[in-house]
């Protein structure tokens, strides 16, 4: 069984559960329950095995339990089957009100709110509403909280990751090169004079001038490649499940694209170029995050100082040429993520 589930306060389609030993009060508390409320669905089960198999099979936002016979291994089995890690549904108790044994051992379980038995169909309904607008506020919680850490994890000029975020990336492609997955390249490019920009026409240009770059990257990359701000005028790129020959493409359309670019201000029109540094490692290989960074980083150096605006490769590449050449370079259709290695 499949059902919607959206955040917010629509309560389109939301599944509440039902369970307790006797079917015929869960068919009366089912109708009751669905008539007063037209956007619940209500399913049922006297038994704790059918129970979770319903619950792993569909979402449910509350779980009513009759536990007139025992809460302990309802609430216990039935609380997180089928629910997301870490977000546990509602759950409401049906309890005879003259048994403080019963009380307690909700309060042990840490059962969200209780109902005394015969339950008030009205009062029962407002608990079920609170738990549903419980549950929807705390997933929009934890939505803005993932999207809040996004934030911290991107580059505020360019929207790019930035450099922790990077790192994580290539930490865990230079996994799958060890397990002999792929191979990757990784590139790091150093605008050339773009202290000038900023000295010349503000930072506000250079702002400018580092999110167009790296809008018109992204433009040439793969959908599983990867292309962070570094620095202050720094960009990295990583180059997953290609060959040497592959990267060394890859890293050429770049700073085509940034050549491409130019910006106007003052009644002057500039363009930049971009030397870069790349580090190739094939299958199989086992390289450290730092190892292959320092190879990039020396190999932009040289970059820089041999004439700027080109590509280099790190001297460490030279050993996986001539396999690169003879297996097939990026240029073919490589768009769908797919095609990967598991």
Request: a negative charge.
């Amino acid at each position: 069984m499949q059902h919607n589930r959206r955040a917010g306060s629509e309560h389109t389609n939301v599944p509440l559960f039902l369970f307790g030993p006797d079917p015929k009060l869960l068919t009366a508390l089912k109708t009751l329950l669905e008539s007063g409320h037209d956007s619940w669905k209500v399913f049922t089960s006297s038994s704790l095995e059918d129970a979770r198999a319903q619950l792993m099979e569909q979402s449910a936002e509350v779980l009513i339990v009759d536990g007139r016979d025992g809460l302990d291994a309802p609430v216990s089995q039935l609380r997180n089957a089928g629910a997301t890690v870490g977000n546990p549904r509602w759950v409401i108790a049906l309890l005879d009100a003259s048994s403080d044994e019963a009380r307690d051992q909700a309060l042990r379980l840490k059962v969200n709110d209780l109902v005394s038995h015969p339950p008030h169909i009205e009062l029962l309904r407002a608990k079920v509403e609170h738990g549903v607008r419980h549950q929807q506020l705390r997933r929009q919680l934890k939505t803005l909280q993932a999207r809040m850490a996004m934030g911290e994890m991107n580059d505020a000029v360019t929207g790019l990751p930035n450099r922790k975020r990077g790192e994580a990336f290539i930490r865990g492609e230079l996994e799958r090169v060890a397990r002999g997955l792929q191979g990757l390249g990784v590139a790091l490019y150093n605008l050339d004079f773009f202290g000038v920009v900023n000295s010349a026409f503000g930072n506000p240009m250079g702002d400018r001038v580092l999110a167009d770059i790296a809008n018109a990257m992204k433009g040439g990359s793969r959908t599983y490649d990867m292309l962070a701000r570094w620095d202050g005028k720094v960009f990295v790129a990583a180059y997953p499940d290609t060959t040497l020959l592959g990267a060394d493409t890859a890293c050429r359309r770049h700073i085509e694209a940034i050549r491409g670019l130019d910006w106007s201000a003052d009644g002057e029109t500039f363009e930049m170029t971009a030397s870069v540094g790349l580090a190739y490692v094939p299958a199989g290989s086992q390289v450290t995050l730092e190892t292959l960074l320092d190879w990039a980083k020396a190999a932009m150096k040289t970059a820089r100082e041999s004439g700027r605006d080109q590509v280099v490769h790190a001297p460490e590449n030279e050993a996986y040429s001539d396999a690169s050449r003879a297996a097939a370079s990026w240029d073919r259709d490589e768009s769908d993520p797919s095609r990967r290695g598991k």
